[in-house]
C-alpha cells in the first residue's frame, strides 16, 4: 500500500513540475541604434555634383525675425549629399520670402452666462485681440540643363493664419496686454511662420531629391523578465546586435556589422528551429526569433534573408503587424535602391559628399 501512495505521488510530480516551473513568457523591447542615407524620391542626373543656393528677401519678410539670409541658406537651403558651391553649381535653389502682411486686427467677445444659488442669470464677456497675417514663402530649382524641378509656394498670399490672445475681463486689460506685447508677439509670429515654411522646403528638396541622413531606434524583442531560465542567452544575443548595430554609419559599408551579429542570428535561429508552437508562450518566443532574425537581416541589406523569416512568422500568425510591416519596409527599401540606382544605403552616395 505505501508502495503504491510512494508512486502515485512520484507519477504527480512528474505530470504537475512543468507547470510549476514553466515560466510564463512576457516581451520586452530593445532600442537599438541605426543609421543610413534615405534615398530619394526622384534621383538627379548621376553626373551632378554641386549645388548653390540663395534667397530674395522683401525687407519687411525677415527683417525683424533674427534670421539672417545666410542664417536661412546654411541651415535650410541644403541639398544632402551634394557640395555646396557659391554660385552655378549644377543645382541652384533660389528662395523667395515677401512681405509679412497684417490685417483683421480686431478685438473680440466671448459672452457667458452664469446663474447665481438663487437662480438668476448673469451675462458676462471676456475680450480678447485676434490678428490674420500672411508671408508668402517660395521656392524654385533648376539644374545646370535649365530644366525647371521644382517651382512652388510654401505658403501663398491666401494662406492665412489666425493668432488670439488670451482672453480678458475687460477691454482695457485686453487693450494695455496688447499695446505691450503687439511688437514682440507680431516677430514671434512671423519668425515661427519663415522657420515653419523653410522647414517644409528643406523637406520637400531633401525627400525628392537629397540623400538625407538618417538615424533611427529601432526595437528588437527580448524577454521580459530575468526569472526566465534562457533570459542570460535572449540578453546576450540583443546585446550583441546593439554592441554591433551601434557601430553602423551610413557612409561606412556593413560587412564588420555583418559579421560581428553572426552570433546572435546563429542563436536566435536554433531557439527558432527547436520550437514548435503549441502554446502562447512558445508562439511569443518563436515570434521573437524569427522576427529579430529578419529585423537583422533587413538592416544589414540581405533582403531575401529577412523577408524569409518574415514571412515564416506569417505561416503560424498570419495578420501580425510586425511581419507585415517589416515587409513593405523591404519593399520601399528595395524599390527606393532600384530608383536611385544605388547598390547599398551605406556608404559614398554619388553627387559629391556622402
Known amino acids: ?14 505530470w504537475f513540475s512543468p507547470l510549476c516551473f514553466a515560466q510564463a513568457v512576457t516581451i520586452d523591447n530593445e532600442q537599438v541604434p541605426v543609421e543610413y542615407y534615405r534615398m530619394p524620391d526622384n534621383p538627379l542626373d548621376p553626373s551632378y555634383a554641386t549645388y548653390s543656393a540663395e534667397i530674395e528677401a522683401r525687407f519687411g519678410g525677415i527683417a525683424t525675425t533674427g534670421y539672417t539670409e545666410t542664417n536661412l541658406i ?11 558651391v557659391n554660385r552655378e553649381g549644377d543645382i541652384e535653389i533660389e528662395a523667395s520670402v515677401g512681405d509679412f502682411n497684417v490685417f483683421g486686427e480686431r478685438r473680440i ?3 457667458h452666462k452664469n446663474k447665481d444659488k438663487d437662480g438668476k442669470e448673469t451675462t458676462t ?26 517651382d512652388e509656394y510654401i505658403y501663398a498670399w491666401t494662406d492665412e493664419r489666425t493668432y488670439t490672445t488670451s482672453y480678458y475681463k475687460s477691454i482695457s486689460d485686453v487693450d494695455n496686454h496688447w499695446r505691450s506685447n503687439r511688437t514682440s508677439k507680431m516677430s514671434e509670429l512671423q519668425r515661427t511662420m519663415v522657420r515653419d515654411g523653410f522647414i517644409k522646403m528643406y523637406d520637400i528638396i531633401n525627400n525628392r531629391y537629397g540623400y538625407r541622413l538618417m538615424k533611427e531606434n529601432v526595437k528588437f ?12 542567452e535572449y540578453e546576450k544575443a540583443v546585446a550583441t546586435i546593439k554592441s554591433a548595430f551601434a557601430m553602423m554609419r551610413a557612409d561606412k559599408g556593413l560587412e564588420e556589422i555583418k559579421n560581428k551579429i553572426k552570433p546572435a542570428l ?21 515570434h521573437l526569433n524569427l522576427y529579430n ?62
Open 1 to 14: 500500500m505505501m508502495y503504491k501512495k510512494i508512486i502515485s505521488r512520484i507519477i504527480f510530480f512528474l
Open 74 to 84: 546654411d541651415q535650410y537651403l541644403i541639398l544632402s549629399g551634394y557640395k555646396k
Open 109 to 111: 467677445s466671448q459672452r
Open 125 to 150: 464677456y471676456t475680450y480678447a485681440i485676434e490678428v490674420k497675417y500672411t508671408l508668402p514663402i517660395s521656392f524654385k530649382m533648376v539644374d545646370k540643363k535649365g530644366a525647371t524641378l521644382e
Open 221 to 232: 524583442e527580448m524577454i521580459g523578465k530575468k526569472k526566465h531560465p534562457k533570459y542570460a
Open 266 to 286: 546563429a542563436f536566435y535561429n536554433a531557439e527558432g528551429i527547436a520550437i514548435r508552437p503549441k502554446t502562447k508562450d512558445d508562439t511569443k518566443l518563436k
Open 293 to 354: 532574425q529578419a529585423l537583422a537581416y533587413y538592416w544589414v541589406e540581405d533582403f531575401d534573408q529577412a523577408t524569409q523569416f518574415a514571412n515564416e512568422i506569417l505561416k503560424f500568425s498570419g495578420k501580425d503587424k510586425d511581419a507585415k510591416k517589416l515587409l513593405e519596409d523591404i519593399d520601399y527599401a528595395r524599390a527606393s535602391l532600384e530608383r536611385a540606382n544605388k547598390p547599398s544605403r551605406h556608404g559614398t552616395m554619388l553627387g559629391g559628399k556622402a
